[in-house]
């Protein structure tokens, strides 16, 4: 059975920085990606990582401040987050990329629970 659980939100002051994570069980996905989605909006990409070699992809609206990573051998995915805005605050969901443009919803088979990131002016 697949399961991805994220970890490491919370409250943070603007200007701060969060490291979220994401731990695959079940198989291995040789890519994925974290989307967020704010109280009364659609769900949007924030970043992509596919398997090696390996390439990543943001969103205008981070690309600068975030950063994906993954550790292979222990099956985690980071999103490095600094410089953090009020406007970053949302919850946000890692995925199992399946096929198709990366910062599509539909082109992931996998979601986690997500994780609360807020941030304070």
């Known amino acids: 059975q697949v399961q991805l659980v994220e970890s490491g939100g919370g409250l943070v002051q603007a200007g701060g920085s969060l490291r979220l994570s994401c731990a695959a069980s079940?198989?291995?996905?040789?890519?994925m990606g974290w989307f967020r989605q704010a109280p009364g909006k659609g769900r949007e990409f924030v970043a992509a990582?596919?398997?090696?070699?390996?390439?990543?992809y943001y969103a205008d609206s981070v690309k600068g401040r975030f950063t994906i990573s993954r550790d292979n051998a222990k099956n985690l995915v980071y999103l490095q987050m600094n410089s953090l805005k009020p406007e970053d605050t949302a919850n946000y969901y890692c995925?199992?990329?399946?096929?198709?443009?990366?910062?599509?919803?539909?082109?992931?088979?996998?979601w986690g629970q997500g994780t609360q990131v807020t941030v304070s002016s």
């Open positions: 995925a199992a990329h399946r096929s198709g443009s990366y910062d599509y919803t539909s082109s992931y088979v996998y």
């Open positions: 079940g198989r291995t996905f040789s890519s």
């Open positions: 990582i596919t398997g090696g070699p390996i390439s990543t």
